[in-house]
């Protein structure tokens, strides 16, 4: 017995004395023992930006019943079918009001702030969190909201940027050159991936220039690949280089593996910003043709003499082109002074200009060259402030109405199913293209078009939908023709 109570007492003993219990069993480096290899340390880095990094958080009162269920509708930049997926994260909710959250920064001291355009679409409501973070210990000190508007947004390079009213100047982001950034470059990525806020990673560009989509939608930017861990949450939040400089805005990841990220270059978005400030979207000139690479096969088929060049397959009966001397079956190989040897070069030169402007096609036909001018169309017109907001109620179709996140019109985010128009063939989740009544055609380039159009109806009135659906591989258009009910008096 007093055998078996001493064997307690040394067992008591050892572990409640670890380096008495370690020299038995392990050893140990004194405490100042300095390291065998000395990294260097991100940390300057961080406390210079970690500061400028927002949390986002949105809410939206309107959007479709099975939104969580079935996934969102995806047109265009960031379809499934292209196997990337948009990372903000999305938080389910039995019920409404929806929720969503990302990443932003600060770029002025009196509160404009950059983020991607998927993080608040559709949102009602958009409140900006600001930590502030201690210098010396690195950890978060005090955290101040505020209310946010958006000032302008761009579906075409999912860019955003938003507006608060702060009290005091804020620390803000300095925005570097992302022309100069290289393959191997060490990159910081900074974020609130699933909600942890104020992560920080490391690694390196993996690639420039990437297409991460065969959407034409997509040929505006050419995304940054890197190696540091992105993850839902991240998305509209910077990537940073060593010099403490955005040079990117962490936008996409692959859905089929990891260390595969994407990041929208720097002075793509330092090019449109004025637009976002002035006018609330951007604006980009186009032809009005249809085009295509000019390959091996199509160099010797028609005789010409390099494999560069952009074949014009077709020309848009109503566009800027059809006013000019273009024709089908030219070759563009130069915009004023920019050489254009594919078809994103071309789009690239022509998207760059405003629309209005005047520009010099150099063409080859017939085996000889010839220039060609042509005044821009707009491809995209601006996004008014405050006419695209979703509507919450249901209108006198029966519908209740939300921007396109991708561009112009409608998108249908609910319906009555018992209403003429569901009856019809309409169904959530259409884009309603073209709304004709009384013998007039109108283009629904925005909610506000929409609800502006619908004012007119009268009950007992004709009316017809064009729309297109989509499935994820094939996209058709109709027409839906309805006639609004007269409402039944009651006793």
Same mark, same amino acid.
């Given at each position: 017995?007093?055998?078996?109570?001493?064997?307690?007492?040394?067992?008591?003993?050892?572990?409640?004395?670890?380096?008495?219990?370690?020299?038995?069993?392990?050893?140990?480096?004194?405490?100042?023992?300095?390291?065998?290899?000395?990294?260097?340390?991100?940390?300057?880095?961080?406390?210079?930006?970690?500061?400028?990094?927002?949390?986002?958080?949105?809410?939206?009162?309107?959007?479709?019943?099975?939104?969580?269920?079935?996934?969102?509708?995806?047109?265009?930049?960031?379809?499934?079918?292209?196997?990337?997926?948009?990372?903000?994260?999305?938080?389910?909710?039995?019920?409404?009001?929806?929720?969503?959250?990302?990443?932003?920064?600060?770029?002025?001291?009196?509160?404009?702030?950059?983020?991607?355009?998927?993080?608040?679409?559709?949102?009602?409501?958009?409140?900006?969190?600001?930590?502030?973070?201690?210098?010396?210990?690195?950890?978060?000190?005090?955290?101040?909201?505020?209310?946010?508007?958006?000032?302008?947004?761009?579906?075409?390079?999912?860019?955003?940027?938003?507006?608060?009213?702060?009290?005091?100047?804020?620390?803000?982001?300095?925005?570097?050159?992302?022309?100069?950034?290289?393959?191997?470059?060490?990159?910081?990525?900074?974020?609130?991936?699933?909600?942890?806020?104020?992560?920080?990673?490391?690694?390196?560009?993996?690639?420039?220039?990437?297409?991460?989509?065969?959407?034409?939608?997509?040929?505006?930017?050419?995304?940054?690949?890197?190696?540091?861990?992105?993850?839902?949450?991240?998305?509209?939040?910077?990537?940073?280089?060593?010099?403490?400089?955005?040079?990117?805005?962490?936008?996409?990841?692959?859905?089929?593996?990891?260390?595969?990220?994407?990041?929208?270059?720097?002075?793509?978005?330092?090019?449109?910003?004025?637009?976002?400030?002035?006018?609330?979207?951007?604006?980009?000139?186009?032809?009005?043709?249809?085009?295509?690479?000019?390959?091996?096969?199509?160099?010797?088929?028609?005789?010409?003499?390099?494999?560069?060049?952009?074949?014009?397959?077709?020309?848009?009966?109503?566009?800027?082109?059809?006013?000019?001397?273009?024709?089908?079956?030219?070759?563009?190989?130069?915009?004023?002074?920019?050489?254009?040897?594919?078809? &994103?070069?071309? +789009?690239? !030169? $022509?998207?760059?200009?405003?629309? =209005?402007?005047? %520009?010099? #096609?150099?063409?080859? *036909?017939?085996?000889?060259?010839?220039?060609?001018?042509?005044?821009?169309?707009?491809?995209?017109?601006?996004?008014?402030?405050?006419?695209?907001?979703?509507?919450?109620?249901?209108?006198?179709?029966?519908?209740?109405?939300?921007?396109?996140?991708?561009?112009?019109?409608?998108?249908?985010?609910?319906?009555?199913?018992?209403?003429?128009?569901?009856?019809?063939?309409?169904?959530?989740?259409?884009?309603?293209?073209?709304?004709?009544?009384?013998?007039?055609?109108?283009?629904?380039?925005?909610? &506000?078009?929409? +609800?502006? !159009? $619908?004012?007119?109806?009268?009950? =007992?009135?004709? %009316?017809? #939908?064009?729309?297109? *659906?989509?499935?994820?591989?094939?996209?058709?258009?109709?027409?839906?023709?309805?006639?609004?009910?007269?409402?039944?008096?009651?006793?």
């Amino acid at each position: 017995m007093i055998s078996r109570f001493f064997n307690i007492i040394l067992f008591v003993g050892l572990t409640s004395n670890p380096q008495l219990f370690a020299a038995n069993l392990w050893t140990e480096k004194p405490a100042n023992t300095p390291p065998l290899v000395q990294l260097p340390s991100v940390q300057p880095i961080v406390r210079e930006v970690d500061s400028t990094v927002v949390f986002i958080n949105c809410t939206s009162k309107g959007g479709a019943k099975k939104e969580e269920e079935e996934g969102p509708r995806r047109r265009g930049p960031m379809r499934p079918e292209d196997l990337f997926e948009k990372f903000f994260e999305q938080m389910p909710q039995q019920q409404q009001p929806r929720r969503s959250s990302g990443s932003g920064f600060i770029i002025s001291k009196d509160g404009y702030i950059l983020t991607n355009n998927h993080v608040i679409d559709n949102a009602d409501k958009i409140e900006v969190t600001i930590t502030r973070v201690d210098d010396k210990n690195q950890k978060s000190s005090k955290q101040d909201t505020y209310s946010a508007e958006i000032v302008g947004r761009d579906p075409r390079t999912d860019i955003a940027l938003i507006k608060i009213k702060p009290t005091k100047d804020l620390q803000v982001a300095p925005l570097g050159d992302s022309e100069v950034l290289s393959k191997g470059d060490w990159v910081i990525a900074l974020g609130n991936p699933f909600g942890l806020e104020h992560s920080v990673s490391v690694g390196i560009v993996s690639a420039k220039e990437r297409e991460i989509s065969s959407n034409e939608n997509r040929r505006f930017d050419e995304f940054i690949q890197t190696d540091a861990a992105i993850n839902f949450g991240n998305s509209g939040g910077p990537l940073v280089n060593l010099k403490g400089e955005v040079i990117g805005i962490n936008t996409a990841i692959t859905a089929q593996g990891s260390g595969i990220g994407f990041a929208i270059p720097i002075n793509v978005v330092k090019a449109i910003i004025p637009q976002l400030v002035e006018k609330g979207g951007v604006a980009r000139g186009y032809l009005g043709v249809t085009i295509q690479d000019v390959t091996a096969e199509v160099k010797d088929a028609m005789g010409l003499d390099v494999a560069e060049g952009v074949l014009i397959n077709g020309v848009a009966p109503d566009g800027p082109a059809a006013k000019s001397d273009v024709k089908s079956g030219d070759v563009i190989i130069q915009v004023n002074d920019l050489k254009t040897p594919d078809a &994103k070069a071309l +789009q690239k !030169a $022509v998207g760059s200009r405003p629309p =209005g402007e005047i %520009v010099t #096609l150099l063409v080859t *036909r017939d085996k000889k060259q010839r220039s060609v001018k042509i005044k821009l169309g707009a491809l995209d017109q601006p996004i008014v402030k405050g006419a695209n907001k979703p509507s919450t109620d249901e209108d006198l179709l029966g519908l209740v109405a939300g921007p396109n996140p991708q561009g112009t019109g409608v998108i249908v985010l609910d319906l009555d199913e018992d209403s003429p128009a569901a009856l019809s063939g309409l169904r959530p989740r259409d884009l309603l293209i073209e709304f004709h009544h009384d013998k007039k055609k109108i283009t629904l380039t925005s909610v &506000k078009t929409y +609800q502006d !159009a $619908v004012a007119k109806v009268k009950e =007992g009135d004709s %009316v017809v #939908l064009q729309i297109e *659906r989509s499935n994820g591989e094939v996209t058709i258009r109709s027409y839906i023709p309805f006639r609004v009910p007269a409402k039944q008096k009651r006793n």
